[in-house]
């Protein structure tokens, strides 16, 4: 697989208003659009494999600690949707997010409810699917090597094909 990229682009990290999140997303739609989609799909279907593996195990980790959690993840400020969460979305063809996470720096995340996450881990901002806390990371080490092999390579292949996705798109558009 060629891989243009080592980092994914920190574009539309940060707080955004419903009109300007609108802009965003309608350019990105625009854009995307108008090129060859064929070059995504092969990414786009190995991520969504990807994540219908890890999405069992996560929700399992979630069950055994989320409930008891006296400081959850989700309550951090500086979790927000990137560029390439929203170009993972539209090769997946699954429809983009309402809104950024948030409108204003220090406000709850919008899709945070008192049941969880209201979104689908597979919408969700890729930074709270590939988070394991510490208590999730014992869960981990108490998988056997096979697991833990498999779970590790899942998230690489993800993060592989997250930059090939950001990296076409940035040299087809
Ligand atoms: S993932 Fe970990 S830190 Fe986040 S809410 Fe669950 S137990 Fe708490
Ligand atoms: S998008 Fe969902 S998982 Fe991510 S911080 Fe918000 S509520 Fe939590």
């Given amino acids: 697989m060629e ?13 955004m ?30 991520i969504r494999e990807a994540l219908q ?12 600690t989320c409930p008891q959690c006296k ?30 996470t948030r409108v204003r720096p220090g406000e709850p995340c919008r899709y945070l409810t008192p049941k969880g996450c209201r979104l689908q881990r597979v919408a969700r901002p890729y930074v709270c699917v590939w988070f394991l806390c ?15 092999r498999h779970f590790v390579k899942q998230f690489e292949n993800i993060r592989l094909n997250r930059l090939r996705l950001e990296a076409l798109y940035e040299n087809l558009s």
């Fill in 134 to 148: 510490e208590t999730q990371m014992d869960l981990f080490w108490e998988e056997s090597a096979l697991t833990q």
């Fill in 53 to 64: 593996w890890l999405d069992p195990v996560m929700t399992k980790y979630c069950e055994l």
């Fill in 3 to 15: 891989i243009l990229k080592t980092e994914e682009s920190s574009l539309y990290r940060q707080p």
């Fill in 71 to 100: 400081d959850p993840c989700c309550n951090a400020h500086a979790i927000f949707f990137n560029q390439t969460d929203m170009l993972s979305l539209m090769a997946m063809e699954i429809s983009l997010p309402p809104g950024q």
């Fill in 17 to 46: 208003s419903e009109p300007e999140w609108q802009e965003v997303t309608e350019t990105l739609r625009t854009r995307f659009a108008q090129i060859d989609q064929e070059p995504f799909q092969s990414s786009a279907a190995q």
